[in-house]
């Protein structure tokens, strides 16, 4: 099974939107038996709230589902659990890396670095375009599968 987790500051916004669009997607490619997907943040100001009703409401503009969700905050133990940390935008990832220490196994990403244009992905929690923020993410999403396809770890 591969494990991914992503993770951004809140894990209200941009993680959980990816945690639920590349549900499903890999679930319409009937890949979901091969994944545990997940989110979290990088810091406590969001812990134990659900999602942003902004991320909800381009969900369920989108018709993906998703479930109640209760933001919390990445663990050092995350590191060994998870096969692939996803950050949104390169302080995610320097958060993490003071988090879980060191990338010893080259499991932390940033998402974009996945599509042929590597960026950020902005906070709509500050833009408040989460238009911009959910194409960002499939466009991610897209070229994550894509990578585990080209590296044969997806079939």
Known sequence: MIKVLFVCLGNICRSPMAEYVFKDMVKKKGLEKQFYIASSATSY????????????????????????????RIEKQDYEKYDYIIGMEESNIRNILRIVGNDKDNKIYKLLDFSKNPRDIADPWYTGNFTVTYNDIVEGCIGFLDYLKRKNIVK
Do not use: S, W
């Not at 812990?47 to 969900?59: A, C, P, Q, R």
């Not at 018709?63 to 933001?71: F, L, S």
């Open 45 to 72: 100001e969001e812990v134990g709230n659900d999602m942003h009703y902004g991320t909800k409401d381009k969900l369920d503009e989108k018709g993906i589902p998703y479930t109640k969700h209760k933001a919390r």
